[in-house]
């Protein structure tokens, strides 16, 4: 069992801290590797020694607020885990030698499963790194360009851009102080918003092409298969920012997008609107996440695995069946 | 010659006038059509005989802010231009009729060519709607959630959705302060950037079949032709959107869409990013706009207009051509 801790008791205890390791879950985005570069500068602007690890390589379009943060080597003696709702999104090497010993989780995930020693969760945040910079202005941290552009990418990665319904007036004033500090922000939005390689828009069309409709339109099926990625050229930093694609179609409910995994398996992304809560959806089929942006993963062919995701949105969703 | 005046004495000149005609620009936006009904609005709470006239007929995805703002009939006094650049953007009929006799001119464009008696014009702003909610708190109006949620749109639209390099700190407070009074923002960010029609998602795919690139993918040009359009199914509220998808392919500077008008001839829209002027190459084509987004038009073929807008590109920026 977790003890939920309020903000200022999370500062309390990373004061108390020293010897830090902090991680972030796999396949890392910006508000994972935001929360946790932020987090560890502010704490070594404080004098202790930390660490961030990821159980999968950092995407090079993070180089901007990673690739100079030097990673030193020590025995931790406290263990945090940033934007990681359940210790398997560790990863499985991660997983295995710290998910039975984390001391402090900060995350914004409702869906958190409550497994470190104290729990700093704040559902209604957009972004773990709302959490993280509130902990770190209780620490006395003052804001350096470099700990305020990791915070903004954790907030406008996870907000679409600040597109998304969580983007909600206290999103866009930390943005805004966060800037007053010094963002590259055009760039920062750029990089996570505004570019796709020529192989990414090929990957697009091929998957448009294939889009599926269900329920009067309600709900869009969009699959990526492996033989579409290897057509396309697209590669592993080409995939982002995909699932959201069919929900964007007028009249869509339920927006899901299945792509295939090495193994042949499925994950799926589940995006909804005001209509229905997408981690119900997902719930069904052992994963989660949040009411408007939710994953899971099945195992078995695309039909299959089409067929199960259609089943679980039918049942969390009754509405979606017009007669 | 116009006389620019400061966001106060507009405030003042506003104060003193009654029966006030608002006028939005041509192909109207969230910008123009958010500033001229936040106007309307506040000015009418301070019991002003308000109209707000534009060119062409409002698309109904505005149905949010405009549809239940009654416009009396009445002699006007005062004629204000809201984000209206040049008389000539007022369309034909009003450009006539007001074009020669705008008493205030409120924008953000810094290709306002001043033709107004008094212009209120402030490049620095993402939004018109960013130096009408100025002028609104100097009148001393409060804000209301239906003028909050004007402003909202006119900042949000004009900024990409917080995307742009436009969008600064001030762009977000301001967007937070409308949304502390009750905006509806899932629901306008859904409408503007986030809906698209199948008929708008077939276009895209034709488009990016037709995608052309030069300069080492430096510049990238799209065609949207009426046949195009035609063959998608894509009605005018589909259309808006388009010019940003240039320039978000990896390593394009200039980011060019060529859309085919009724008579046959091209609209011609430009972006681009940090390494290169937009409002500088449509200038040589006789258009103008920002330093991230313009626009100008060319009459002729296809590959008449292609030629020139590239050779504009060229000319504006000689860094393009390499070796």
Not at 12 to 39: C, E, R, V, W
Not at 222 to 245: R, Y
């Given at each position: 069992?977790?003890?939920?801790?309020?903000?200022?008791?999370?500062?309390?205890?990373?004061?108390?801290?020293?010897?830090?390791?902090?991680?972030?879950?796999?396949?890392?985005?910006?508000?994972?590797?935001?929360?946790?570069?932020?987090?560890?500068?502010?704490?070594?602007?404080?004098?202790?020694?930390?660490?961030?690890?990821?159980?999968?390589?950092?995407?090079?379009?993070?180089?901007?607020?990673?690739?100079?943060?030097?990673?030193?080597?020590?025995?931790?003696?406290?263990?945090?885990?940033?934007?990681?709702?359940?210790?398997?999104?560790?990863?499985?090497?991660?997983?295995?030698?710290?998910?039975?010993?984390?001391?402090?989780?900060?995350?914004?995930?409702?869906?958190?499963?409550?497994?470190?020693?104290?729990?700093?969760?704040?559902?209604?945040?957009?972004?773990?790194?709302?959490?993280?910079?509130?902990?770190?202005?209780?620490?006395?941290?003052?804001?350096?360009?470099?700990?305020?552009?990791?915070?903004?990418?954790?907030?406008?990665?996870?907000?679409?851009?600040?597109?998304?319904?969580?983007?909600?007036?206290?999103?866009?004033?930390?943005?805004?102080?966060?800037?007053?500090?010094?963002?590259?922000?055009?760039?920062?939005?750029?990089?996570?918003?505004?570019?796709?390689?020529?192989?990414?828009?090929?990957?697009?069309?091929?998957a448009l092409d294939g889009m599926e409709f269900h329920h009067d339109g309600r709900v869009a099926m969009m699959t990526i298969t492996?033989?579409?990625?290897?057509?396309?050229?697209?590669?592993?930093?080409?995939?982002?920012?995909?699932?959201?694609i069919p929900r964007?179609i007028?009249?869509v409910?339920v927006g899901i997008t299945l792509?295939?995994?090495?193994?042949?398996?499925?994950?799926i992304?589940?995006?909804?609107?005001?209509?229905?809560?997408?981690?119900?959806?997902?719930?069904?089929?052992?994963?989660?996440?949040?009411?408007?942006?939710?994953?899971?993963?099945?195992?078995?062919?695309l039909e299959?695995a089409k067929a199960?995701v259609l089943?679980?949105a039918?049942?969390?969703?009754?509405?979606?069946?017009?007669?």
């Amino acid at each position: 069992m977790t003890q939920y801790i309020s903000d200022r008791q999370a500062a309390d205890l990373l004061k108390k801290a020293d010897n830090i390791l902090l991680l972030a879950h796999q396949y890392p985005d910006g508000d994972t590797l935001g929360s946790n570069f932020a987090l560890c500068l502010a704490l070594r602007s404080m004098g202790k020694r930390v660490r961030v690890l990821c159980g999968d390589p950092i995407p090079e379009k993070y180089d901007y607020m990673t690739a100079e943060v030097p990673m030193p080597d020590f025995e931790p003696e406290y263990i945090c885990a940033l934007d990681v709702a359940d210790p398997k999104l560790l990863g499985p090497a991660l997983q295995a030698e710290y998910g039975h010993r984390v001391d402090l989780c900060i995350d914004h995930h409702s869906t958190n499963v409550g497994y470190a020693t104290h729990s700093c969760v704040d559902a209604s945040c957009a972004a773990a790194a709302m959490v993280i910079l509130r902990i770190i202005r209780l620490m006395g941290v003052v804001l350096t360009p470099a700990i305020a552009t990791c915070i903004y990418t954790g907030i406008a990665t996870d907000s679409g851009c600040f597109k998304y319904s969580n983007a909600d007036a206290e999103a866009h004033r930390m943005a805004a102080d966060c800037m007053d500090v010094g963002v590259p922000y055009e760039m920062i939005n750029r990089v996570n918003f505004d570019m796709k390689s020529r192989a990414r828009i090929e990957l697009e069309r091929l998957a448009l092409d294939g889009m599926e409709f269900h329920h009067d339109g309600r709900v869009a099926m969009m699959t990526i298969t492996n033989e579409m990625v290897a057509k396309s050229g697209a590669k592993e930093n080409d995939m982002e920012g995909l699932p959201p694609i069919p929900r964007q179609i007028e009249g869509v409910w339920v927006g899901i997008t299945l792509r295939q995994k090495a193994d042949g398996n499925y994950k799926i992304s589940v995006r909804t609107g005001t209509h229905a809560d997408a981690s119900a959806i997902c719930v069904l089929l052992g994963g989660g996440g949040h009411n408007r942006a939710a994953g899971c993963a099945v195992d078995g062919t695309l039909e299959e695995a089409k067929a199960a995701v259609l089943k679980a949105a039918e049942e969390a969703l009754p509405r979606l069946i017009t007669g």
